[in-house]
């Protein structure tokens, strides 16, 4: 069994998901994980499918000749290792240019692996702020974890972490 990635961008439009799905079960694919949005405008999606090696060409074959949207496709060659401990960090910050990068560098540098990142803005109850709010999952050693909790709490002054130990 191969496990593809596919990446795909396209503008928006009624039945993408549909036209995907059906393409998959065709070449008799199992549809494992996404993650689909619509950003202005767009189409953006990023799915993972387990499909057999003998249909794995015929399937990407396919994806590709989607008219409406650019596929980017690759075949997973093998399994991450096994870390000790993943995180999922909640973060808040007033929002500023540059934030994804200090958090993602922080987490870089800590030793940690970041697995996912959604992030959006908001704004805050009283005064109208700008804010930033982060869901992140990282991978990392456990004997790390205290040192990457201070690290990003160093960022600002007014980032805050909430930290669950999966």
């Known amino acids: 069994m191969n496990h593809i990635i596919i990446s795909c961008i396209g503008a928006d439009q009624a039945g993408i ?3 995907l799905s059906n393409i998959i079960k065709e070449h008799e694919g199992n549809w494992q994980v996404s993650s689909l949005h619509h950003l202005s405008g767009f189409f953006a999606g990023v799915i993972e499918v387990a499909v057999s090696q003998n249909k794995t060409q015929s399937l990407v074959s396919a994806l590709n000749n ?3 949207l650019n596929c980017q496709i690759e075949i997973a060659k093998s399994i991450s290792e096994k870390v ?3 995180l999922t960090l909640e973060l808040t910050a007033n929002d500023r240019a540059g934030i994804v990068q200090e958090i993602s560098s922080v987490i870089h540098h800590q030793g940690g692996n970041l697995i996912k990142l959604v992030c959006s803005q908001s704004s805050a109850a009283h005064t109208g702020q700008l804010m930033f709010n982060a869901k992140v999952q990282v991978a990392m050693n456990e004997t790390d974890v205290d040192e990457l ?3 990003l709490e160093h960022i600002a002054d007014d980032l805050m ?3 669950t130990r999966a």
Do not use: C, E, L, R
């Open 149 to 151: 909790v201070s690290a």
């Open 66 to 68: 989607i008219d409406s």
């Open 84 to 86: 000790n401990t993943n």
């Open 161 to 163: 972490v909430d930290i």
């Open 17 to 19: 998901v549909d036209t």
